[in-house]
């Protein structure tokens, strides 16, 4: 008995949809599989870490080198200078870089915008030279301001950047319209375009956030014994215990949790907001 | 990007100064900043390259001697080496896997989302830590990559212990970290592509690989060229990974040029060198921008 076309048709779409399963599986496999082990490596006592072969899943999970890593380390110090650097390079990047990103698209003014582009390209380690000079001169160096100030040089270009995609895809009319019964330009911004544009600034704000929190070296450079960043904190933690791999990993995990957490809450929106930022 | 509106903003000078005028004062709080931590720099960088400095002594105008020093240091050289097997590594890979991650996610199925928000994870974790965790994956003895490569009959490898296997291990953090980018943006290409050539080609029986290639391809082309210069940007800039994971070494086999200015600045205190090698790594970013730019100019022509 020949199969029917239509039990064709219905094989082959099984065997169409096992593959992308497989492909999906292929995909995330290695993706996933560095997060487990960093889980896996932090639930572990090093006794397990050190085992060969290897311990994957966790016989008596314990979350020592969670305790340990607070303990040892004045970690709630490092959370609160990140959140200090990090809040206030965001929110000063975006009072600065919605307005900015609305000007420059109104005005269509582009060669603003490669400013954007040209800094961008800069290495970040090239700012820290000059800057490094400049707040030694006025002395800074020891507090928290001239690492927030430098993270501004990640923030800003990325909020005004993503803001000009933003009020570029927003139609002119309706401030046309305010600007017509009388609203001054400002008022046209703050009234019409900015209540428009919160799903942009959303996403302008919060992967502002993320890249500043991940950012390592400007904390490296700038940073002295109470003022590092969470990235500094851990990267030190590896100089001075390279072997004990379960506190290692619970470090890494206490870093990129509100990150991750972010990331979760909001992948959508980080999934347009990128796509509209990188292409336009 | 703003490649092809750069030259466009050129052309009507002034109806561009008449349309900008009203909307200074959204732009000028922005701007100052910007010149205080960025243009202020550049500035500054540019003439500290023809100073000789070393931090607490004496600075002395020299000239060009910063970089005729640099064209002759045998280090500086490698590390350029270095920088161009490490870049082309980490742009090639990451095109190719994001470009089919990108194909695959667009297609519709059950938990799409959730898978896809798996996928992108790694572009926001923290790479400091991303780095650590692949410090204690690469260890030659206890490490699980070493048993993993067992488990499928394949002799250790040393990974970042060895300066043969350094550059390509590195490359391969950088590939686990940054495929979703390129990810992510051929996916806003997909989903700007229109349906009817796809029908077409149904009806007169292309496989999915004709497809791919037919259509797909040239549609998304001018989306991969942008994510290949962003990405190009950025593993030329690669440093947190490098210098956490191996340090540049074992002895100078991965020190890139990111890795080199650092040791310069920061271990060496020669601010002057450091400056030259700025202007340098700044030239080279801006002329493979620019010859990019310049291919995407013809992917979208063609």
Redesign the interface.
Known sequence: MTPTPATRRRIRRGID?AA??F??AV??A???F??F??IS?SLKYDIDN?A???VFIPTEPTFDNFVHVFQESPMFLYFWNSVQVTGSATL?AM???V??G???A??????????L???????????????F??FQMMGMIGTVWPIA??H??IT?PIV?WIMIGFFETLPQELEEAARIDGAT??QA?YYVALPLARPGIVVGAILSF?YS??N??FGA?FAGRTTRT??VA??NM?TFESFA?GP??A???V??LP??A???VI??E??QG???G??? | MAGADITAGVKGQGSADRRLRPYLGFIWPALVVCSAVIIFPWLFTVWMSFNDWHIGSARAWVGIENYSKLATDRRFLESIGHTIYFTVLAVFLPLVLGTFAATVFHKKFRGRGFFRTLFIMPMMATPVAVSLVWTMMFHPQLGVLNYLLSLVGLPPSLWVFAPATVIPSLALVEVWLWTPFVMIIVLGGLASLPTEPYEAALIDGASQWQMFWKITYPLVLPFIVVAAIIRTIDALKAFETIWVISNGGPGTASETLNVYLYAQAFAYNQVGTASAVVVVFFAIIVVLSLVLLWARQKAQWS
Do not use: D, E
Not at chain 1, 106 to 115: D, F, N, T
């Open positions: 949809n992308l399963y492909a999906v995909l995330l290695p993706c996933l560095v997060f082990w960093m490596l050190t060969w072969p290897p000063v009072l600065l870089g307005p900015a609305y000007g420059i109104k005005a269509r003014a582009h060669g603003l915008a490669a400013v582009l040209l800094s961008r390209m800069t290495p970040g380690l090239s700012y820290l030279i000059p800057l000079a400049l100030l430098t501004m040089v800003l005004t330009i400002w911004f993320i929190w991940n390592f070296i450079v969470m990235p851990v990267y590896l791999w290692l990993a470090a890494a995990i870093v990129m990150v991750m972010l990331t979760i992948q959508r980080i999934v990128l796509a509209a990188g292409v336009k």
